[in-house]
């Protein structure tokens, strides 16, 4: 996995083709600090995740977890702390984080795609949660993420049938975004980051926060963050950079943080 970052963007690149981008306690390990280090540098405004190869993620290492034997159990707890701990920070830091998706996505590979903020999916692109074929139950927070996504039935279907979805039919679901030709997912993804980290930033994470939150919230609840949060954006900068730009009809000149 390489982290860098560029123009105020965050890009991470699985690397591990040859493993088909399945997850490992390195994998794990590896996407907690680089949550961390997105969570904590100022100068980061929006991340991207994509992947070399044919397959963005085939779940979990299942050959790696084979040699493990008795001492699994006690292994995939310790891998699955650094990736729901990546997982829990990736959904609450203001910042967009967008993923991009050529070939399968299973298992915790699914899992992973459901905690994006937002996935691009190139036409080759597969969706199957694959967990009970191994006689395993899902993990990677898709037991949160899935059914809020496409709905509690789709996801009963999809968990107990192994049903594997296109990439249009994932679109379809609500599962993905956007599908684009394979060779664009890459500039699609790299596009829409660059335009949230060139706006503004600040409150294009609160309304993040805002939506996710909201969810969660009574009526009441939601109505009051909302209020807040306007408030608070009306006295930034960029909120009053963005109104005054709006009926000036202007481009507006945001700070972002």
């Known amino acids: 996995m390489t982290y860098e970052v560029t123009d105020g963007v965050a890009h991470i690149r699985l690397t591990r083709p040859e493993g088909a981008n399945a997850m490992n306690a390195d994998f794990s390990r590896d996407l907690r600090e680089v949550m961390i280090a997105i969570e ?5 405004r929006s991340a991207s995740f994509t992947a070399e190869g044919k397959v963005f993620c085939a779940g979990g290492d299942l050959k790696y977890f084979d040699t493990l034997g008795d001492g699994l159990p006690a292994a995939a707890s310790g891998l699955l702390n650094d990736y729901h701990a990546a997982t829990y920070r990736m959904n609450r830091i203001p910042k967009p ?21 937002l996935v691009v999916a190139g036409e080759s692109a597969k969706f199957t949660m694959g967990y009970t074929k191994a006689a395993m139950t899902p993990d990677g927070t898709s037991t949160y993420f899935l059914a809020r996504h496409i709905g509690l039935r789709r996801a009963m279907e999809l968990t107990l049938t192994n049903r594997v979805l296109t990439a249009a039919e994932a679109r379809d679901w609500g599962l993905v975004n956007i599908v684009v030709p394979d060779d664009e997912v890459d500039e699609t993804v790299s596009a829409l980051v660059t335009g949230f980290a060139k706006g503004p930033a600040a409150t294009l994470g609160a309304a993040k926060r805002l939506i996710y939150e909201g969810y969660e919230s009574s009526l009441e609840e939601a109505g009051e963050r909302e209020a807040h949060m306007i408030a608070k954006m009306m006295r930034s900068h960029d909120g009053r950079e963005g109104i005054n730009a709006f009926a000036t009809r202007r481009e507006p000149q945001y700070r972002g943080f």
Not at 40 to 44: K, R, T
Not at 97 to 103: E, I, K, N, S
């Open 40 to 44: 904590h540098d100022d100068d980061v």
């Open 97 to 117: 984080v967008v993923a991009g998706v050529r070939g399968a996505a299973g298992g915790a590979g699914l899992s992973f795609v459901c905690a994006f903020d």
